[in-house]
C-alpha cells in the first residue's frame, strides 16, 4: 500500500519503514537511568502472532532478527502460550527489575488482544510497567468486518481494543503511521514515571503496522528516560515531622513503594534511628530484614498477631509506598486508636492523601531520607520497644509451630512454607499470587532481602504464578525462582511451562493440591456459604451435586506432558530431599505434593470485608449474617 507522505517535513535525514519496523527500532533504542544507572528499557517483546499482526509487526520482529538495519539493536522476540500469560511474565519481570526495565506483548486483533487485559488490569493495579501492542481492526475499513471484528452500529470507530481504555495508563491507537512519533513517546513517559506507570496500550490496526512512512531518523535515536525521585517539599515534610514527633506509638507500614524505590537500606536507617516498628503488605515484605528489632512483619487481614496488636493501638501510621488495600488495613478495622492519625509518603498523590493523611508526595528513599534527618533526635520510649519485642517474640513461636506441625495424614501447606524458607536463599525468589497461600505467607514469611518475596495480592490473579516465575527468572538468572500454586491456579493458566522450557529456562513449580478451593472453600464457610462450588468433585449422578469423588486428573502428569520433570512426594521430608534435587537439576521442575484442604492455618486476628446475605433461608447463613453485623461495628472511615 502505498502511503501519503506529502505532511512530513522536508529536510531532515529520514528513513522508510512500515510502522511496525519504526516501533521495533525505536524500542530497542530506548533506556532507563535512576540513580546515574542506565539500562535498556525493554528487554524483548512477548508475542502471539495471528492476522492481525504476524505480516506487521511480525515481519519488523522477523527483520530485526535476522537483517537488522546498521546499527540496529535487537528487539528480543518470545513466543509465549497465552496472551494473558505473557503479560503476566512481562510483569514480573518489570516488577523483578524495580520497574526500571519491561517488555512489551504483541497479541494479534480480536481474542488474542482481549485476552491480554487481565494482565493489563493487573500491571495498572500493581502499578507496574508493561507496554500491551494490541493488534486493531483496518482503519481504512475497506474489507469490514475483518475476522473477529467487534462490530458497533453506534460508531465505526469501537473496537474491543476500547476494553483497555479503564485498564490502561495510556492508552492510543494509530490510525496513521505518523501518529506513531507522539504515542510513543508518551508512552514511554508514563511507563517510566514511578507515579503513573502501569500498562500503556498503543493499539495498531492491523494495516497500519505495515504501512510504510518516511521517518526522521531523529526518532530512533537512544533516548534515555530518567526515573524521578521526587523529593518532598519542606513544608509537606515539617507538618509531617511534627505528627510523627508528638505520637507515643507509631507504626510504618512499608508497602511496594519501598522495594521498588530502593529504600530498604533508607527504611533500615530509618527504624534504627527511631525505633518505630515496621509492618508490611504484601508487596512490602522485605523491604525490611525480618531480622531486624523493629520489624513486625505482615499487617492486616491477613497479617500477623504482633502487627496486627500494633496497628490497633497505634496513634500515628505512617505509610511508605502502600495504597492501603482492604487486606492492609482490614477493611478499615484494623487501625482502632480513635486518635489515629495517618502520614502517608508516597510517589502517587492519590495514594498519598488516603485516610486523610498528612501527605507527602515523594519517592520512598528520599522522603524516608529526609523524614530520618528532620526526625532528630525522635525516638520512641523503651517501654514501647519492649512490647514490640514481645509480641515479635511470641508470634515466631505461632511462626515455628505452623513451620512444624507434622499434620496428619496430610501435611499442612504451613508446613510446606517452612521447608521452603528454610531451604531458600536470600538471593532467590518465591512467587504467589491467589488461593488460601498468600493469605499464610504474608503471615509467616521470613524476608530476609526485598526481592525474595513476590506476592502478587493488588489483582490477587489465579494463573499470574507460572508465567510469572519466568518473567522473574529472565530478569534474575542466577536466583532460584520458586513458583507456588494451587491445584486451581494450575488448572487455569498451567501453559507457560511450555514456554518456560522451550526457551531453556529453569524454574521450580511447588504445586499444593487439595482438589479445590482452601482460599474460597474457608471463606465460604465462615460467611455461612457451606463451601458450596468450591470442591472439585465429580457430579454425583443421584445428588445432581458437585459432591462425588475427586476428579481423577492427573496434574502431575500435565505438567509432565508440558515438558517439566516432575516429583511428586508425600510427607515433608520428601519434600525437601525433592527440593533439593530440584535447586540441583538445570531443567524445570514441578514438585507434586497433596496437602490438608483444612489447613491448619496460623491464626486469624483481623477481619475482611465480605458481605453475608441479609436474608436467608439457610440456617448456617442466617449465623453468618448476625456475626458480620458484629465485625461491621468495628469498620471506621479515617476522616
Ligand atoms: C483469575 C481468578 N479467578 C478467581 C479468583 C477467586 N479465587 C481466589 S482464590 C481461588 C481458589 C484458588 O484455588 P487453589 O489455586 O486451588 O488454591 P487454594 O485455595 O486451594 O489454596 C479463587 C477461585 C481469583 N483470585 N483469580
Ligand atoms: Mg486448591
Given at each position: 500500500m502505498s502511503k501519503d507522505t506529502t505532511n512530513a517535513p522536508v529536510g531532515q535525514d529520514r528513513v522508510r519503514l512500515t510502522v511496525g519496523q519504526a516501533l521495533v527500532r525505536f524500542l530497542a533504542n530506548q533506556y532507563s537511568e535512576r540513580d546515574g544507572q542506565e539500562q535498556k528499557l525493554f528487554a524483548g517483546v512477548f508475542g502471539i502472532f495471528g492476522h492481525g499482526n504476524v505480516a506487521g509487526l511480525g515481519q519488523a520482529l522477523l527483520q530485526n532478527e535476522v537483517e537488522p538495519a546498521q546499527g540496529e539493536d535487537r528487539l528480543k522476540y518470545y513466543l509465549a502460550r497465552n496472551e494473558q500469560g505473557m503479560v503476566h511474565a512481562a510483569v514480573s519481570y518489570a516488577r523483578t527489575k524495580n520497574r526500571l526495565q519491561a517488555f512489551a506483548c504483541t497479541a494479534s486483533i480480536g481474542p488474542g488482544s482481549t485476552n491480554m487485559i487481565t494482565g493489563a488490569a493487573l500491571a495498572t493495579i500493581d502499578r507496574v510497567p508493561v507496554l500491551i501492542l494490541p493488534s486493531d481492526i483496518f482503519a481504512t475499513r475497506l474489507p469490514d468486518p475483518v475476522l473477529q471484528q467487534l462490530e458497533d452500529p453506534r460508531s465505526l470507530d469501537i473496537s474491543v481494543n476500547d476494553a483497555?481504555?479503564?485498564?490502561?495508563?495510556?492508552?492510543?491507537?494509530?490510525?496513521?503511521?505518523?501518529?506513531?512519533?507522539?504515542?510513543?513517546?508518551?508512552?514511554?513517559?508514563?511507563?517510566?514515571?514511578?507515579?503513573?506507570?502501569?500498562?500503556?496500550?498503543?493499539?495498531?490496526?492491523?494495516?497500519?503496522?505495515?504501512?510504510?512512512?518516511?521517518?526522521?531518523?531523529?526518532?530512533?535515536?537512544?533516548?534515555?528516560?530518567?526515573?524521578?525521585?521526587?523529593?518532598?517539599?519542606?513544608?509537606?515534610?515539617?507538618?509531617?515531622?511534627?505528627?510523627?514527633a508528638s505520637a507515643k506509638k507509631p507504626l510504618l507500614i512499608a508497602g511496594g513503594g519501598v522495594i521498588y524505590s530502593e529504600a530498604s537500606a533508607a527504611l533500615t536507617a530509618f527504624a534504627d534511628a527511631t525505633g518505630i516498628p515496621v509492618a508490611d503488605t504484601q508487596a512490602g515484605k522485605g523491604a525490611i530484614s525480618f531480622e531486624h528489632p523493629a520489624s513486625v512483619g505482615g499487617v492486616g487481614s491477613t497479617g500477623n498477631d504482633a502487627a496486627n496488636a500494633l496497628a490497633a493501638e497505634a496513634d500515628v501510621v505512617i505509610g511508605v509506598g502502600t495504597r492501603y488495600s482492604d487486606f492492609t488495613t482490614a477493611s478499615h478495622t484494623a487501625f482502632r486508636n480513635p486518635g489515629v492519625r495517618f502520614v502517608n509518603l508516597n510517589v502517587l498523590a492519590f495514594d498519598a492523601a488516603k485516610n486523610s493523611a498528612e501527605m507527602v508526595v515523594t519517592d520512598a528513599r528520599a522522603g524516608l531520607e529526609a523524614l530520618t534527618a528532620a526526625l532528630g533526635d525522635y525516638r520512641v520510649q523503651d517501654t514501647y520497644s519492649h512490647r514490640v519485642a514481645g509480641l515479635v517474640a511470641a508470634w515466631a513461636k505461632v511462626t515455628?509451630?505452623?513451620?512444624?506441625?507434622?499434620?496428619?495424614?496430610?501435611?499442612?501447606?504451613?508446613?510446606?512454607?517452612?521447608?521452603?524458607?528454610?531451604?531458600?536463599?536470600?538471593?532467590?525468589?518465591?512467587?504467589?499470587?491467589?488461593?488460601?497461600?498468600?493469605?499464610?505467607?504474608?503471615?509467616?514469611?521470613?524476608?530476609?532481602?526485598?526481592?525474595?518475596?513476590?506476592?502478587?495480592?493488588?489483582?490477587?490473579?489465579?494463573?499470574?504464578?507460572?508465567?510469572?516465575?519466568?518473567?522473574?527468572?529472565?530478569?534474575?538468572?542466577?536466583?532460584?525462582?520458586?513458583?507456588?500454586?494451587?491445584?486451581?491456579?494450575?488448572?487455569?493458566?498451567?501453559?507457560?511451562?511450555?514456554?518456560?522450557?522451550?526457551?531453556?529456562?529453569?524454574?521450580?513449580?511447588?504445586?499444593?493440591?487439595?482438589?479445590?478451593?482452601?482460599?474460597?472453600?474457608?471463606?465460604?464457610?465462615?460467611?455461612?456459604?457451606?463451601?458450596?462450588?468450591?470442591?472439585?468433585?465429580?457430579?454425583?449422578?443421584?445428588?445432581?451435586?458437585?459432591?462425588?469423588?475427586?476428579?481423577?486428573?492427573?496434574?502431575?502428569?500435565?505438567?509432565?506432558?508440558?515438558?517439566?520433570?516432575?516429583?511428586?512426594?508425600?510427607?515433608?521430608?520428601?519434600?525437601?530431599?525433592?527440593?533439593?534435587?530440584?535447586?540441583?537439576?538445570?531443567?524445570?521442575?514441578?514438585?507434586?505434593?497433596?496437602?490438608?484442604?483444612?489447613?491448619?492455618?496460623?491464626?486469624?486476628?483481623?477481619?475482611?470485608?465480605?458481605?453475608?446475605?441479609?436474608?436467608?433461608?439457610?440456617?448456617?447463613?442466617?449465623?453468618?449474617?448476625?456475626?458480620?453485623?458484629?465485625?461491621?461495628?468495628?469498620?471506621?472511615?479515617?476522616?
Open positions: 483497555f481504555k479503564p485498564v490502561s495508563r495510556f492508552w492510543d491507537r494509530i490510525n496513521r503511521p505518523e501518529q506513531l512519533i507522539p504515542s510513543a513517546l508518551g508512552a514511554m513517559r508514563v511507563l517510566t514515571d514511578p507515579a503513573e506507570t502501569g500498562a500503556v496500550t498503543i493499539c495498531l490496526p492491523q494495516d497500519v503496522q505495515a504501512e510504510a512512512y518516511d521517518w526522521p531518523l531523529e526518532f530512533f535515536r537512544k533516548r534515555v528516560w530518567h526515573v524521578a525521585r521526587p523529593v518532598p517539599e519542606p513544608a509537606a515534610l515539617a507538618r509531617a515531622v511534627a505528627v510523627i515455628d509451630e505452623c513451620f512444624h506441625r507434622n499434620n496428619r495424614p496430610l501435611p499442612a501447606q504451613t508446613e510446606v512454607f517452612g521447608a521452603l524458607n528454610e531451604l531458600m536463599g536470600d538471593d532467590d525468589i518465591v512467587i504467589n499470587a491467589a488461593g488460601s497461600m498468600p493469605g499464610d505467607l504474608q503471615a509467616l514469611w521470613r524476608a530476609r532481602t526485598p526481592k525474595q518475596y513476590h506476592l502478587e495480592y493488588g489483582y490477587s490473579c489465579m494463573g499470574y504464578e507460572i508465567p510469572a516465575a519466568m518473567g522473574a527468572k529472565l530478569a534474575a538468572p542466577d536466583s532460584e525462582v520458586v513458583a507456588i500454586v494451587g491445584d486451581g491456579t494450575y488448572q487455569m493458566l498451567p501453559q507457560e511451562i511450555a514456554t518456560i522450557v522451550s526457551e531453556n529456562l529453569k524454574v521450580i513449580i511447588v504445586l499444593l493440591q487439595n482438589h479445590g478451593f482452601a482460599s474460597i472453600g474457608g471463606l465460604s464457610e465462615s460467611r455461612g456459604s457451606q463451601r458450596f462450588g468450591t470442591n472439585y468433585r465429580m457430579r454425583d449422578n443421584d445428588s445432581d451435586r458437585l459432591d462425588g469423588a475427586h476428579v481423577p486428573l492427573d496434574l502431575a502428569g500435565s505438567a509432565r506432558s508440558f515438558g517439566a520433570d516432575v516429583f511428586e512426594v508425600h510427607t515433608i521430608g520428601e519434600f525437601r530431599d525433592a527440593y533439593k534435587l530440584a535447586a540441583a537439576s538445570t531443567r524445570t521442575t514441578l514438585i507434586y505434593i497433596e496437602t490438608d484442604l483444612y489447613g491448619p492455618n496460623p491464626p486469624a486476628s483481623a477481619w475482611w470485608d465480605v458481605p453475608v446475605s441479609q436474608t436467608a433461608r439457610l440456617e448456617s447463613t442466617q449465623q453468618a449474617h448476625i456475626e458480620y453485623l458484629q465485625n461491621k461495628k468495628d469498620q471506621r472511615h479515617h476522616l
